[in-house]
């Protein structure tokens, strides 16, 4: 795994753990993660959210898009915390109680952070230089959202499961993009499509 609890400082372990404790806690009234990951946060969510870490600019403006209970934003949001606490994580969620949820966490936590409760074909441009999403929408549709909330010369890590090669196939038909895949190192079927320059064709 990219980022294992021997590289990160003993205050943003905790940090993720406080994280691990509300995202189960509040799991149990609103539907933040599936039932059957419940027994395997760390691995199933945490650690594959962090693995996104690695591979993102030095940045100060990073946003996340369908973030629901904080994946993989808020994960972000706390490994930036203590090297770049000047960063910005703006996430965008439409559910109101995932957005509550958020809004809790980033308060506990002291995160540099904001929530949006918006569609995000609604919401007003964000300019991010790192735009993430997971679990949210096909690549047609997530380079439609970049579009609209990416800096032109921005980032964005698109974590997919395993039709991602099929998603890039069928993306390129109406779309022009640089792209990285980066095998995901807590799937073995899934990537984080590392994509640039994004224009339709
Ligand atoms: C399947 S969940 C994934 C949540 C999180 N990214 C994760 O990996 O666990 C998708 C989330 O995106 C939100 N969402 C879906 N479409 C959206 C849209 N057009 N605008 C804003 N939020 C949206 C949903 O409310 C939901 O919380």
């Known amino acids: 795994m990219t980022v294992q609890t021997s590289d990160v400082s003993r205050e943003t372990l905790e940090r993720l753990g406080r994280y691990h404790d509300l995202l189960l806690k509040w799991s149990s009234r609103i539907n933040l993660i599936s039932k059957s990951s419940t027994f395997d946060v760390w691995n199933r969510h945490i650690w594959d959210s962090a693995q996104v870490y690695r591979l993102a600019d030095s940045k100060m403006r990073w946003a996340d898009l369908g973030s629901g209970g904080g994946l993989p934003g808020v994960v972000l949001a706390i490994l930036t915390k203590e090297n770049a606490p000047d960063t910005t994580f703006t996430l965008v969620e439409s559910d109101v109680r995932k957005a509550t949820f958020l809004r809790t966490v980033i308060r506990e936590l002291d995160l540099n952070a904001t929530v949006i409760v918006s569609r995000i074909e609604a919401a007003t441009p964000l300019d991010a230089q790192v735009l993430t999403a ?23 890590l698109f974590l997919k499961g395993e039709t991602w090669e099929k998603e890039v196939e069928t993306a390129r038909e109406s779309w022009s993009f640089e792209l990285a895949a980066h095998k995901s190192k807590t799937n073995p079927n899934a990537a984080i499509l590392e994509v640039r320059e994004i224009e339709r064709v």
């Open 134 to 156: 997971r679990a949210l929408a096909d690549l047609s549709d997530l380079l439609s959202f970049a579009q609209r909330h990416l800096s032109p010369d921005g980032q964005a």
